[in-house]
T-cell receptor
Framework: NAGVMQNPRHLVRRRGQEARLRCSPM?????VYWYRQLPEEGLKFMVY????????ESGMPKERFSAEFPKEGPSILRIQQVVRGDSAAYFC??????????FGSGTRLTVV | QKEVEQNSGPLSVPEGAIASLNCTYS??????FFWYRQYSGKSPELIMF????GDKEDGRFTAQLNKASQYVSLLIRDSQPSDSATYLC????????????FGRGTQLTVWP
């Protein structure tokens, strides 16, 4: 039974481009959390989604960031017009219920 | 005041010793407490959680919680070089179960 799958593992974008990060939850899991880990900082909550619903997005920056978890397919974290400050590791976790499950291996975004 | 504070370390102990990691939190309403281990370049993995005052033991790991002092600790007995990692303390305040507030982590090195 595969764990939480994130892709790509590494993503390089130029300033101003868009970044799309994917998270495929474990089979049967309908809850997804996204966290960001900036260099030298702790993990910070971004958004909590259930299938087709955003439950809590209070940790998302107000602009340029969006997330979705469609009925079919992976959860997507989208960052428009990336800036160097967006360079970080982005982790998602899935669970069958409301608690936080295991993290995926993460996507390391580098903005050049 | 940060939500969760940890000594950044680094903490260095010899193999076989007890490593003691400490964490304080600011919100008295915090309900559950977690310790994660993160190897360099990897995702965090849950090693312990605790909800009630007192001690909780799991193998070589003991988590200790004192809600009156708003203090959580993790003891690692018989430390091994493979325990060398960054240890993240996290708390949940109960509103969104999977929304955890993380400290910046304590880097532990166990030398042979």
């Amino acid at each position: 039974n595969a764990g939480v799958m994130q892709n790509p593992r590494h993503l390089v974008r130029r300033r101003g481009q868009e970044a799309r990060l994917r998270c495929s939850p474990m089979k049967g899991h309908s809850h997804v959390y996204w966290y960001r880990q900036l260099p030298e900082e702790g993990l910070k909550f971004m958004v909590y989604l259930q299938k087709e619903n955003i439950i809590d997005e209070s940790g998302m920056p107000k602009e340029r960031f969006s997330a979705e978890f469609p009925k079919e397919g992976p959860s997507i974290l989208r960052i428009q017009q990336v800036v160097r400050g967006d360079s970080a590791a982005y982790f998602c976790a899935s669970s069958p219920g409301r608690g936080l499950g295991a993290f995926g291996s993460g996507t390391r975004l580098t903005v050049v | 005041q940060k939500e969760v504070e940890q000594n950044s370390g680094p903490l260095s102990v010899p193999e076989g010793a007890i490593a003691s990691l400490n964490c304080t939190y600011s919100d008295r309403g915090s309900q559950s407490f977690f310790w994660y281990r993160q190897y360099s370049g990897k995702s965090p993995e849950l090693i312990m959680f605790i909800y009630s005052n007192g001690d909780k033991e799991d193998g070589r790991f003991t988590a200790q919680l004192n809600k009156a002092s708003q203090y959580v600790s993790l003891l690692i007995r018989d430390s091994q070089p493979s325990d060398s990692a960054t240890y993240l303390c996290a708390v949940n305040r109960g509103s969104t179960l999977g929304r955890l507030y993380f400290g910046r982590g304590t880097q532990l090195t166990v030398w042979p």
